[in-house]
C-alpha cells in the first residue's frame, strides 16, 4: 500500500510518498505554499490535487498504485469531513477548503485530513512507548504554542475541533503563546539586549556561556512555560507531556529548568505527569502523523 502524505503550513508543503510501515518512497517534495496575501486568496487546494495527479502518474510508470492520501494542516480541521472549519490569517481563503470530498471525486481515492499538531502527536504517541490507553498532551513550540490531546489512545478534538488550543490560555495576564513561545523568546532577548536579528542558536550559545542575558531569558521563558503548563496538568491530569518544536532541540537544557519549575509551583506531586518528553520526530511529523492515522482508519474499515 502507497500512501502520499501532504503537510501544509503557511510557509510550505511537504509532501512524500510511503508505504504502510512508513517507509519512504524518496518522493519528496517541498514547495512555497502558494499564498496570495495581496488579494487574500490561496490555491493550495489545487495544488494538492496537482500534486496527487502527478504522483499517480510517476507511480504507474513503475506499475505501482497510490492508494490513498493523508494531509497534516494548519487551522482547525474537522477530520470527519476532512475540511478546513477555520484559519487564521496567515493562510487567507483557506477557511471551507475541503480536500476529502476533492480527492475522492477527481482520484476515488481515500483522503484523511487532520490539524498538523494533531497529526504530530499522533505520530509521537504511534511510534513511543505508550500504553494503548495511554493519555497524553503533545506541545508545539514556534511562531506559536499549538496543542493536541489524546485521551484514552484516541485524539481529542473537541465540539468545535478546537481543542488542544493552548496558545491561548492566558499567563501571567497575557496569552500563553505571547510569553512562552519561540517568538517570545527572540522578542525578549532582543528587548533586553538591544540586539537585531537573533536566533535561538544565538541565545543558547551565550547561555552556555554563562551571558547574564541569555540566562535571564531562559529563566524567563521557562517561568512562563511552567506556568502556562499548570491549568493543563490540573485539567487534564495526562501520564505524559510531549514537547515539540524547533526549540526542543534544547531539551537537555529546558526539560529539567521546566520540570524543577513545574515541582516547585504544583500544589502536590501527585499532580504531575509520569514523565516530559521531548518530541521524537521533527519536520516529518505532520506527514507521519497523518500517515498512521490513515492506516489506522483504513484498518478499521476494513474489519
Known amino acids: 500500500m502507497l500512501i502520499l502524505a501532504i503537510d501544509i503550513g503557511g510557509t510550505t508543503i511537504k509532501s512524500d510518498v510511503y508505504d504502510e510501515k512508513g517507509h519512504s518512497f524518496d518522493y519528496f517534495i517541498e ?34 498504485r497510490l492508494e490513498g492520501v493523508a494531509i497534516s494542516s494548519a487551522g482547525v480541521i474537522d477530520p470527519d469531513q476532512g475540511k478546513v472549519v477555520y484559519a487564521g490569517y496567515t ?39 505508550f500504553a494503548p490507553n495511554s493519555s497524553l498532551v503533545c506541545l508545539t513550540i514556534g511562531t506559536g504554542v499549538g496543542g493536541s490531546l489524546i485521551v484514552n489512545g484516541k485524539l481529542y478534538n473537541g465540539e468545535g475541533f478546537s481543542a488542544g488550543e493552548v496558545g491561548y490560555l492566558p499567563v501571567n495576564g497575557k496569552r500563553f503563546q505571547d510569553v512562552a513561545s519561540t517568538t517570545a523568546i527572540l ?4 528587548h533586553i539586549t538591544g540586539k537585531k536579528n537573533t536566533n535561538g542558536k544565538i541565545i543558547f550559545e551565550a547561555y ?24 493543563i496538568i490540573y485539567l487534564i491530569n ?66
Open 187 to 190: 522578542q525578549y532577548y532582543e
Open 208 to 231: 552556555m556561556a554563562n551571558q547574564p542575558e541569555a540566562i535571564e531569558t531562559i529563566e524567563w521563558f521557562t517561568d512562563n512555560f511552567s506556568e502556562g503548563l499548570l491549568p
Open 238 to 303: 495526562p501520564e505524559y507531556i510531549v514537547l515539540g518544536g524547533g526549540i526542543m532541540h534544547q531539551h537537555k537544557i529546558l526539560l529539567p529548568i521546566i520540570s524543577d519549575k513545574l515541582t516547585a509551583k504544583i500544589e502536590n506531586k501527585i499532580f504531575l505527569p509520569k514523565d516530559i518528553l521531548p518530541a521524537k520526530y521533527g519536520n516529518e511529523a505532520g506527514r507521519m502523523g497523518a500517515l498512521y492515522y490513515f492506516l489506522k482508519k483504513e484498518r478499521f474499515l476494513r474489519r
Open 91 to 129: 493562510i487567507p481563503g483557506y477557511m471551507g477548503t475541503d480536500f476529502k470530498q476533492a480527492i475522492n471525486q477527481q482520484f476515488d481515492l481515500p483522503c484523511i485530513v487532520l490539524n498538523d499538531v494533531n497529526a504530530a502527536a499522533f505520530a509521537e504517541f504511534s511510534i513511543g512507548d
Open 31 to 64: 514547495e512555497k505554499t502558494p499564498i496570495d496575501s495581496i488579494n487574500k486568496t490561496n490555491d493550495i487546494l489545487d495544488y494538492v490535487l496537482k500534486l496527487v495527479g502527478e504522483i499517480i502518474r510517476n507511480l504507474e510508470k513503475y506499475n505501482k
